[in-house]
T-cell receptor, first 113, second 112 residues
Framework: KAGVTQTPRYLIKTRGQQVTLSCSPI?????VSWYQQTPGQGLQFLFE???????NKGNFPGRFSGRQFSNSRSEMNVSTLELGDSALYLC????????????FGPGTRLTVT | DAKTTQPPSMDCAEGRAANLPCNHS???????VYWYRQIHSQGPQYIIH???NNETNEMASLIITEDRKSSTLILPHATLRDTAVYYC?????????????FGSGTRLLVRP
């Protein structure tokens, strides 16, 4: 089976812009979770989607949003980018919600200038 | 906030067992302990999880104390490729679902 894929792998944006990141889960997996990783804060949970519904949300401002499509692919969006949003954004999939044997993608490295 | 504490770094010799400790003194009765690792520039990789009993798979063994307040991940024969950051995580129930809260992890260096 193909693993979790994330696109793009690298991205450079300017403050105030918005960005959309994409995640394709492992075939058959219906749960997709997003995480932000920075040197200062480590790995932080953003949100989880299962069957096109947000099941869980971390402590991030409303500028961070996401969605999941009927084929389980997911996107996350960050509006009005700030310098502090520079991070590695990781997507993880699992067969169902709650099991948390998650399979992570390689991440999207976002740099905000 | 993370419910686990781990030493920031450890090292071991190649071929020897690596024993990574984790404290989770506030764990609740139905919360699982999970271990993941992250090799530089890659996404985290699932290793093992457990609730009460000791667990073993092809990658590692997980030893959980009887009071469940701590656990140890054992890599029986560490190789250079096991150099990574190891995260001990408690799966937290939130409403009708769960989430993983990662702590700072232990940076394991396997020496030749």
């Amino acid at each position: 089976k193909a693993g979790v894929t994330q696109t793009p792998r690298y991205l450079i944006k300017t403050r105030g812009q918005q960005v959309t990141l994409s995640c394709s889960p492992i075939s058959g997996h219906r749960s997709v979770s997003w995480y932000q990783q920075t040197p200062g804060q480590g790995l932080q949970f953003l949100f989880e989607y299962f069957s096109e519904t947000q099941r869980n949300k971390g402590n991030f401002p409303g500028r961070f949003s996401g969605r999941q499509f009927s084929n389980s692919r997911s996107e996350m969006n960050v509006s009005t980018l700030e310098l502090g949003d520079s991070a590695l954004y990781l997507c993880a999939s699992s067969p169902v919600t709650g099991t948390y044997e998650q399979y992570f993608g390689p991440g999207t490295r976002l740099t905000v200038t | 906030d993370a419910k686990t504490t781990q030493p920031p770094s450890m090292d071991c010799a190649e071929g020897r067992a690596a024993n990574l400790p984790c404290n989770h003194s506030t764990i609740s009765g139905n919360e699982y302990v999970y271990w993941y690792r992250q090799i530089h520039s890659q996404g985290p990789q699932y290793i093992i999880h457990g609730l009460k009993n000791n667990e073993t798979n092809e990658m590692a063994s997980l030893i959980i104390t009887e009071d469940r307040k701590s656990s140890t991940l054992i890599l029986p024969h560490a190789t250079l490729r096991d150099t990574a950051v190891y995260y001990c995580i408690v799966r937290v129930a939130v409403d009708s679902s769960y989430k993983l809260i990662f702590g700072s992890g232990t940076r394991l260096l396997v020496r030749p």
